[in-house]
């Protein structure tokens, strides 16, 4: 993010693999199945805005994100604008360079030829198809994409005229001067996806085509359980959404995609802060659960407050 360079965003906007896009796929990933443990985590069950003091040093304040370009979640309310404006660096959980932004379109699709009606079959194939073309996505790229990716577009409303939160921030960040870090890289990211089966991925796809009727106000019922606030909502919608075809399936992977990907970005999190007046925004499901950051970081001995 820190590389200097022309807005990636101008004119890729209405693409599938502009970033605002990739980033609705991740979070529809976390909301298709969730295995946080809440048990330990009830004082962190309401609240986005959260201020980590170490015992020596300035605060910093880690903010949850909802990857929406909606303009309730995308104007920030006073107390995380002032939060913001005070911090000399923004952490998100990837940096959004030129390199990364090419490896997320990468990610996204097959190579060698393959195609993903080879891959899934033409019934399967045909009815991704109507689905995403009903999005308005074109049929040259359906028919590159990883089944996968698929699945999680399908999930996922397609991009409007807006940015999205965490871009926002990423633009206000460049603005005002201040140092840019990711927590992780793209490759970590989209590994995740990549290390799914070939059988594991087209039992996510035929999940997600049999169940599209339900997504829509699974996504509305996030988004009104993010303005509310509401971490504990969250997880019980994210819950609900297990209910598929394959659970195991689901389960191991949320694994890799929540809790391994918290201790980890928990870990990296340290050296920004202990330089302290760092705003570091993820996903707002990273932050509850026994699993949580918030938990994980007070266990490390940081005062965990709530601000908003």
Same mark, same amino acid.
């Given at each position: 993010m *820190? *590389? $200097?360079?022309r807005n990636p965003f101008m004119n890729v906007k209405q693409s599938p693999l502009y970033p605002g896009y990739l980033w609705r796929l991740l979070l529809a990933a976390v909301c298709l199945a969730f295995t946080f443990s809440v048990s330990a985590g009830e004082r962190f069950d309401h609240g986005l805005l959260w201020k980590i003091q170490p015992d020596n040093g300035a605060a910093s304040y880690l903010f949850g994100t909802m990857h929406s370009d909606d303009p309730q979640v995308v104007n920030l309310p006073a107390p995380v604008q002032q939060a913001f404006d005070g911090a000399t660096g923004l952490?998100? #959980?990837v940096e959004l360079d030129e390199q990364a932004l090419m490896g997320m379109a990468g990610a996204l699709? /097959? =190579?060698d030829g393959r195609s993903l009606e080879g891959l899934v079959g033409k019934a399967l194939y045909q009815r991704t198809l109507k689905a995403l073309a009903a999005q308005g996505m074109? #049929?040259?790229m359906i028919a590159r994409l990883k089944p996968w $990716?698929? $699945?999680? =577009?399908?999930?996922t409303p397609p991009p409007g005229e807006g940015v999205i939160l965490d871009l926002a921030l990423y633009q206000q960040a460049l603005a005002g001067g201040k140092k840019v870090r990711g /927590? #992780? *890289?793209v490759d970590e990211q989209m590994g995740l996806f990549d290390s799914l089966s070939e059988r594991e991925q087209l039992s996510m796809l035929r999940d997600t085509l049999n169940n599209l009727a339900d997504i829509e106000r699974q996504l509305d019922d996030v988004q009104a359980a993010y303005l509310e606030r509401d971490l504990q909502r /969250? /997880? $019980?919608i994210s819950k609900e959404s297990m209910q598929g075809e394959d659970p195991l399936l689901a389960q191991r992977f949320m694994k890799k995609v929540i809790d391994d990907r918290n201790h980890r970005m928990a870990q990296r999190m340290q050296a920004h802060l202990r330089e302290g007046r760092y705003f570091i925004a993820v996903g707002a499901l990273h932050l509850p659960g026994k699993e949580g950051l918030l938990n994980l970081l007070s266990e490390r001995g940081y005062r965990v407050t709530r601000v908003y």
């Open positions: *820190t *590389t $200097a360079y952490v998100v #959980e699709l /097959l =190579s074109p #049929e040259f $990716a698929a $699945a999680v =577009s399908l999930m /927590l #992780e *890289t /969250l /997880l $019980a």
